[in-house]
């Protein structure tokens, strides 16, 4: 069970990691209002 909780943890975790690279690097935002990004995503961006 723990085998499986940690392998759903990591995917999870890819998974966000790549939403946000693809986010730091667009233009626009899914919401009408687009506040500034903080200064710690910059290291997602290419």
Known sequence: MRKMNN???K???NTL???LKVEANT???VFVY???A???L???KK
């Open 42 to 44: 910059d290291k997602f």
């Open 38 to 40: 903080p200064k710690k």
């Open 7 to 9: 392998k759903a943890a």
């Open 17 to 19: 990691k790549r939403v």
């Open 27 to 29: 233009n626009s935002c």
């Open 34 to 36: 687009q506040p500034k």
């Open 11 to 13: 995917m999870v975790t």
